[in-house]
């Protein structure tokens, strides 16, 4: 049998870590997304220069799991004497920042890929019609290229960004008392880890629900062109 009781009277801790999971996800894909913009123009150049270091860091960061990166920053950085003697040692001595800079780093390599896929498979006629109207490689790409190309990624970036929340649940490792968090203080208290654990689960349900809502409704908004018509 279920302990309901402890269940409800965690509640106001998981709700708690709710919030710090969605603080997390949030800041982390802002700062993924901005970055994952001009390096998905990198990353779609005909030119070497350009493609080649933004196809190796994608390739280094999407072919090592996430957990390492983080230990990496949280734990690895600290054993370097000039870490802790710089300034820098405020911001990576912080579960928080450590934390966020990881799942940024993380989700703006797979969400670089997303783009510059989208980018590439942009029409032909689209970029040819742009440039009949004489605009310059920046306007195209900040008119045409770019609000194209985002729109046709929402798909795909729905299942990072649900990914990523998922990904979140590392923060307990390093501290943080995010939804996984308030499960493992929660197991540790009473000892009841189907207890713990399954409420765990129905929080990151409920968030993936409404990610999966959100989405949806996104696509509605701008993917309708390119909807079926009887």
């Known amino acids: 049998m279920l302990s309901l009781d ?5 509640l106001p801790l998981y709700v ?3 919030w710090l999971t969605v603080k997390l996800l949030l800041v982390s894909l802002l700062i993924g997304l901005a970055g994952a913009m001009p390096l998905a123009v990198m990353r779609s150049s005909a030119n070497p220069l350009l493609s080649y270091p933004v196809w190796l860091f994608t390739y280094v960061i999407r072919g090592t799991p996430l957990l390492v990166q983080l230990f990496l920053i949280y734990y690895g950085l600290a054993q370097f004497e000039s870490m802790r003697q710089s300034w820098l040692w405020e911001w990576f001595s912080s579960a928080w920042f450590c934390a966020v800079l990881a799942f940024g780093i993380n989700t703006c390599a797979y969400t670089t890929e997303i783009i510059a896929g989208a980018i590439s498979a942009t029409s032909h006629g689209e970029i040819e019609a742009a440039k009949s109207l004489g605009m310059s490689r920046l306007t195209l790409y900040r008119r045409i290229l770019l609000p194209s190309a985002l729109r046709r990624s929402l798909h795909a970036y729905s299942n990072e960004v649900i990914m990523m929340l998922h990904g979140t649940s590392l923060a307990s490792i390093v501290t943080l008392l995010d939804i996984t968090g308030a499960a493992r203080e929660v ?4 000892y009841l880890p189907f207890e713990a654990f ?3 689960a129905v929080f990151y349900l409920g968030l993936t629900f409404i990610l999966v809502g ?6 509605k908004r701008w993917l309708v062109h390119l909807a079926a018509r009887v």
Do not use: D, K, M
Not at 6 to 10: A, E, F, H, P
Not at 214 to 219: D, G, H, M, Q, S
């Open 16 to 18: 708690s870590g709710a």
């Open 214 to 219: 959100l989405f949806r409704l996104a696509e």
């Open 198 to 200: 399954i409420t765990a």
């Open 6 to 10: 402890v269940i409800v009277n965690s």
């Open 187 to 190: 197991n540790s208290r009473y």
